[in-house]
């Protein structure tokens, strides 16, 4: 079994532009600000803060350049922008940033289906967009339907390591490899995340999952156990592509970083600070999120010892009157009726 001893873990938070993306109703700019900011005092290595797509394509996001413009910036905190095509790394240009991340589908048909043009396409633009950003931002590109894609099916690797060698030609020296539609398994993982990682040590790798089917964390392990370090991630587990179908949210932050932590693993993030953005969350989205830690609290929790009657097993049962509980009543059931 793995443990951590201490390893640092890079994790890159992407609720903002991943999970605000699929939300359906429009977050107001100052409240993305005010989430942004708290994200920037939680110890995180990146945030990916917005998208420069299309207002029309993804409109939740249309505010892009106003919310990177209003934003505070925290030294030791990197911040990013996902760009779909050369006209949004002129705009991702405008403003204030640290990383320009591109994304090209290893999948010919979700490529069309999100970005509108063939990966040929993508790539010449990609190609376009590293001579533009030279010197000013980093660059990182992200492959979706890395795993599988929602219309073609099982992604065969040598695709998507045909992908990182042409990425790799062109200086590309970020990129996350995504599982966009959540169909990858750990199997499946750490085979991908090995070859690339070792075959391509010029590169900084980052896992990008999808919960979809319960396989988020178990990938990221595997994908750890392949050596890889960076790791996107999304608080509450908010997240998905609007254009592949099923999509839904990405691993949840702080059940990442529970993880890691627990296995020994250093990510820097103050697990706290996430606990009390992620309770924040359901207000600001306007449903419930899926995170788990958030629910249970974190391994560490502890709760009152029952008393010999075993009354007190937990702090709501201690404060519920003892006759009441007898009666079948709690406070809530009496608040019911
Ligand atoms: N930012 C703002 N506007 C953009 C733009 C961008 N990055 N790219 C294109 N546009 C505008 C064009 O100016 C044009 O506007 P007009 O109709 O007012 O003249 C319009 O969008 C259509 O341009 P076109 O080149 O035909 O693009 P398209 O309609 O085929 O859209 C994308 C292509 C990629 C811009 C669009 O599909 C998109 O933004 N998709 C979102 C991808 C995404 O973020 N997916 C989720 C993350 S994985
Ligand atoms: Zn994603």
């Not at 990221?220 to 156990?225: F, H, I, K, Q, Y």
């Not at 592949?244 to 820097?268: I, K, Q, R, W």
């Amino acid at each position: 079994m793995i443990t951590g001893g201490g390893k640092r873990i890079h994790i890159q938070e992407i609720s903002a532009r991943d999970g605000f993306q699929i939300e359906p109703r429009f977050i107001a700019t100052d409240d993305k600000v005010a989430f942004i900011n708290g994200l920037s005092r939680a110890g995180l290595a990146k945030i990916e803060v917005t998208s420069f797509s299309s207002p029309r394509a993804i409109p939740t996001l249309a505010d892009a350049e106003l919310v990177l413009r209003k934003i505070d910036r925290v030294p030791g905190v990197e911040y990013a922008a996902l760009v779909p095509n050369v006209r949004g790394c002129a705009r991702a240009l405008e403003v204030q940033l640290d990383e320009i991340n591109v994304v090209v589908s290893a999948s010919e048909t979700h490529n069309r289906a999100n970005l509108r043009m063939s990966r040929e396409q993508s790539l010449a633009g990609i190609r376009e967009i590293a001579a533009l950003v030279q010197g000013r931002v980093h660059l990182s590109v992200s492959i979706s339907t890395a795993f599988g894609c929602p219309f073609e099916g099982p992604m065969d690797s040598a695709r998507v390591l045909e992908l990182v060698d042409r990425l790799s030609q062109i200086g590309v020296g970020r990129m996350s490899l995504c599982d966009t539609t959540g169909v990858a398994n750990p199997a499946q993982v750490y085979a991908l995340c090995l070859k690339a990682h070792t075959d391509w040590p010029q590169v900084v790798f980052t896992a990008h999952f999808h919960d979809t089917r319960a396989m988020g964390l178990a990938n990221a392990v595997a994908a750890l156990e392949a050596g890889i370090d960076h790791f996107d991630a999304s608080l509450g587990g908010l997240g998905g592509c609007p254009f592949a179908p099923g999509a839904s949210g990405n691993v949840c932050t702080e059940d990442l970083v529970h993880m890691f932590e627990a296995m020994g693993y250093t990510t820097g993030v103050d697990l706290e600070q996430l606990l009390k953005l992620a309770r924040g969350l359901p207000a600001l989205v306007g449903h419930e999120v899926p995170g788990q830690v958030l629910k249970a609290g974190p391994a560490t929790r502890r709760y009152p010892v029952p008393g010999p009657d075993g009354s007190a097993l937990d702090a709501s049962c201690q404060s519920t009157p003892r006759e009441d509980r007898q009666a079948g009543l709690s406070n809530t059931s009496e608040r019911r009726s």
